[in-house]
């Protein structure tokens, strides 16, 4: 087959590559395989005595190790995803990560942690630039939301398979079929947002596929309310107030009947006593008064960067908090170090420095709020569960529970202003994105 390259001078968000692969595209398949093995892999390990963790962890390796070598195998066709102009932020990255190795509490450690994650890194960056030198940009962005959908469909459906009871009404530090509650509020949050996403922009165009998914989303909803997410009630509030303030693809009648469907339905949780939701605005109201265990945590963090000012730029080392407030400080109370940082954004700041922070927080994240609300804003609504919800979870591994989400997000996002280099074959024009079925 004959393949030409035409570099198109117009910017990414404006040009789409006009053809795909007429039989099965296995570079699509292989990434969701990569993000369910992760979320299948929470689900196993309460059920297991956590005895699933180790041959999970292996099958995960080697789903990426394949789909590496087939993303990079490809070079007929698909040898110029090595042009996308952005990945320098990738690869600057992983360079200053490294640099500040030598100043680790323990290098070992660190080198470890962090060079587990290169791989993933790799291979999420260059599958995005792929996706967007072989199919539309708006497609880009429904195929991840519909990645997205059904993974975490997987709590829901745990839920109504796995002990999960319609009469509960606060499920909050309870394993139920899988998974934790917190896990549930995640999942919920993003499994409902990338549904309302899908469904009003007329991805989802089957009429019995709708009144599935939209009766998905009320069990969704239910499981969400009684999780005590503090973190996913949060998320899905922004998701909400995105919709009824930006959303210019929705009547405003549909905004009034949802603004008012959802403040009668938080009006009656906060009127029931035993409701996940005022149980959790209580134990917020205690912490505040008493401090809690991760604000403990952060402040001594805190109090050892000012008492150690070297440690600013360089950190104490990736993964190596605990170590390092033990080497810095003489008289540490072990039990303010009996959990992690719980905590993505901090992670890197304790453990990489504020230089390595500050490039993070500008290329990685602040790339994805600005083109999120300039080019998606107006008709989308699932970016906050996917930046937000990292705040209450370390997610720089690549088996935590939305380490996919949010870095195929904010990558997407990085390569969104390229001017786009499309593979062109000659075979059948690509149907429209509504159209278009999953895999």
Same mark, same amino acid.
Request: charged share 15%; aromatic share 20%; with cysteine.
């Given at each position: 087959?004959?393949?030409?390259?035409?570099?198109?001078?117009?910017?990414?968000?404006?040009?789409?590559?006009?053809?795909?692969?007429?039989?099965?595209?296995?570079?699509?398949?292989?990434?969701?395989?990569?993000?369910?093995?992760?979320?299948?892999?929470?689900?196993?390990?309460?059920?297991?005595?956590? $005895?699933?963790?180790?041959?999970?962890?292996?099958?995960?390796?080697?789903?990426?190790?394949?789909?590496?070598?087939?993303?990079?195998?490809?070079?007929?066709?698909?040898?110029?995803?090595?042009?996308?102009?952005?990945?320098?932020?990738?690869?600057?990255?992983?360079?200053?990560?490294?640099?500040?190795?030598?100043?680790?509490?323990?290098?070992?450690?660190?080198?470890?942690?962090?060079?587990?994650?290169?791989?993933?890194?790799?291979?999420?960056?260059?599958?995005?630039?792929?996706?967007?030198?072989?199919?539309?940009?708006?497609?880009?962005?429904?195929?991840?939301?519909?990645?997205?959908?059904?993974?975490?469909?997987?709590?829901? $459906?745990?839920?109504?398979?796995?002990?999960?009871?319609?009469a509960q009404d606060d499920i909050y530090g309870e394993v139920v079929g899988g998974?934790?509650?917190?896990?549930?509020?995640?999942?919920?949050?993003?499994?409902?947002?990338?549904?309302?996403?899908?469904?009003?922009?007329?991805?989802?165009?089957?009429?019995?596929?709708?009144?599935?998914?939209?009766?998905?989303?009320?069990?969704?909803?239910?499981?969400? $309310?009684?999780?005590?997410?503090?973190?996913?009630?949060?998320?899905?509030?922004?998701?909400?107030?995105?919709?009824?303030?930006?959303?210019?693809?929705?009547?405003?009648?549909?905004?009034?009947?949802?603004?008012?469907?959802?403040?009668?339905?938080?009006?009656?949780?906060?009127?029931?006593?035993?409701?996940?939701?005022?149980?959790?605005?209580?134990?917020?109201?205690?912490?505040?008064?008493?401090?809690?265990?991760?604000?403990?945590?952060?402040?001594?963090?805190?109090?050892?960067?000012?008492?150690?000012?070297?440690?600013?730029?360089?950190?104490?080392?990736?993964?190596?908090?605990?170590?390092?407030?033990?080497?810095?400080?003489?008289?540490?109370?072990?039990?303010?170090?009996?959990?992690?940082?719980?905590?993505?954004?901090?992670?890197?700041?304790?453990?990489?420095?504020?230089?390595?922070?500050?490039?993070?927080?500008?290329?990685?994240?602040?790339?994805?709020?600005?083109?999120?609300?300039?080019?998606?804003?107006?008709?989308?609504?699932?970016?906050?569960?996917?930046?937000?919800?990292?705040?209450?979870?370390?997610?720089?591994?690549?088996?935590?529970?939305?380490?996919?989400?949010?870095?195929?997000?904010?990558?997407?996002?990085?390569?969104?202003?390229?001017?786009?280099?499309?593979?062109?074959?000659?075979?059948?024009?690509?149907?429209?994105?509504?159209?278009?079925?999953?895999?």
């Open positions: 087959m004959q393949v030409s390259i035409a570099e198109q001078t117009q910017p990414a968000s404006s040009v789409a590559a006009q053809t795909t692969p007429t039989k099965r595209d296995y570079h699509r398949i292989l990434f969701f395989m990569n993000v369910v093995l992760v979320v299948v892999g929470y689900g196993l390990a309460h059920p297991t005595g956590f $005895a699933s963790v180790g041959p999970m962890k292996i099958l995960r390796i080697l789903v990426l190790g394949f789909s590496l070598f087939y993303l990079f195998n490809s070079k007929k066709h698909y040898q110029y995803i090595f042009k996308g102009s952005s990945s320098w932020i990738l690869w600057v990255f992983i360079t200053l990560n490294i640099y500040v190795l030598p100043f680790s509490a323990n290098i070992f450690i660190s080198f470890e942690k962090f060079i587990n994650l290169v791989p993933y890194f790799i291979y999420i960056n260059y599958f995005v630039i792929y996706l967007f030198r072989a199919y539309d940009k708006e497609y880009v962005i429904t195929f991840i939301l519909r990645c997205l959908n059904i993974t975490y469909l997987i709590p829901v $459906a745990s839920f109504i398979l796995f002990g999960g009871g319609f998974f934790v509650s917190n896990h549930y509020g995640w999942g919920c949050a993003i499994f409902l947002a990338s549904s309302l996403d899908l469904l009003r922009n007329r991805v989802i165009v089957s009429k019995n596929k709708k009144i599935l998914l939209i009766f998905l989303c009320l069990i969704a909803t239910y499981i969400l $309310a009684i999780s005590g997410s503090r973190s996913g009630y949060l998320t899905f509030a922004l998701c909400f107030l995105i919709f009824v303030l930006k959303n210019s693809n929705t009547s405003f009648y549909i905004k009034i009947f949802s603004t008012i469907a959802a403040t009668y339905f938080v009006f009656h949780l906060y009127t029931d006593n035993d409701s996940a939701l005022n149980k959790r605005l209580a134990k917020t109201e205690t912490q505040l008064e008493k401090g809690d265990a991760r604000s403990a945590i952060y402040e001594l963090g805190f109090n050892t960067m000012a008492n150690h000012p070297e440690n600013i730029l360089t950190g104490f080392g990736f993964y190596t908090f605990r170590e390092a407030m033990f080497e810095l400080n003489s008289n540490v109370d072990p039990k303010v170090l009996r959990i992690n940082l719980h905590n993505s954004y901090l992670e890197l700041f304790f453990g990489s420095g504020l230089f390595v922070f500050t490039f993070f927080l500008l290329f990685f994240v602040g790339k994805s709020l600005w083109n999120f609300a300039v080019y998606h804003s107006s008709r989308y609504t699932f970016l906050p569960p996917i930046l937000l919800i990292p705040f209450f979870e370390n997610n720089f591994n690549p088996g935590q529970f939305l380490f996919f989400p949010w870095f195929a997000i904010m990558f997407y996002y990085i390569h969104y202003n390229e001017r786009q280099i499309k593979i062109e074959e000659v075979i059948t024009p690509m149907p429209p994105v509504r159209k278009h079925q999953f895999l």
